[in-house]
């Protein structure tokens, strides 16, 4: 027990609230460079703090299932575009394929990396899915260390910050990236800096994005949010949703369902649950 303890917060400690982030600690220079950034945003100068392609601040979404090579096959079977395999990224707990978007921008299909062996409560989760779901999505940034204080001082932290560098095929990959917390919700969107990005990130567009359509019983809150940081992404009022609609071969398509959550008190709970879950499947 002291040791499932000894789990909890440490994930927790990455992803829950602190005083720090407290709006009422944003510091003086905080609060100048973010007026400076908004000021070059609403006045439609270039800026750094969005990388904006084709009129949207996406960088990529993703569709997460609880097996990865089906997911491949059942988003093939649905679109008529298979999606591009590769290794699991060296040490990381999924595995995913993607299918170009155009300008960079990608679909990924994400499920449990089945050589990893720790407690991940995002993976648990999504081994519950019973079809293919939006979870998550991220914007790209040219200057992640100054969206990191833009997003600090709007009172929604950059948290579990990494930074991944590895090779494939010859090509080296070069990211940082992080969860806009506090603690991770599905309908706020992660956030990425690409310094060296795979090859085939910028094939042209197999798929074409119509939308990505979101509501949150805190759609006011993140509407203010988002264009304090400059994304260009409408938010509706009601439960927690997320919904991709794509141009395909096979025609139209939407994959949509609930927004997950990981934040606040109910957070511990909701991760105790799921490490226990974790200890049973391995037992089994």
Partial sequence: MRRYARILRGYYSHTGPSPANCPLAITFEGSYLLMQRVITYEAGM?????HVRDGSPLDHLALCCPDTRAGIAKVAEITGVTPELGDPEPGQFYWS???PLGQGRFLEILGPNPNFRGFNPFMETIRSFDELRPAFWYVGTRDFAAF????KAAGAPVQRI???RYERDGNRVDYQ???LGPGFKGTRPCVIQWNQRPPQMNAPAALTLRSLRLSDPDAVELRSLFA?????QPVAQGPAHIAID?????GPVSFEG??????GIGAMAKMASLYLRHLFRRAG
């Fill in 97 to 99: 394929g993607g299918i």
């Fill in 46 to 50: 270039s800026s750094d703090l969005i």
């Fill in 246 to 250: 794509l141009d395909t071969p096979n």
């Fill in 228 to 232: 304090t940081l400059g994304i260009d």
């Fill in 162 to 164: 990494e930074t991944i």
């Fill in 258 to 263: 609930p927004a997950l959550a990981f934040e």
């Fill in 148 to 151: 990191r204080e833009a997003a």
């Fill in 177 to 179: 990236r992080g969860i």
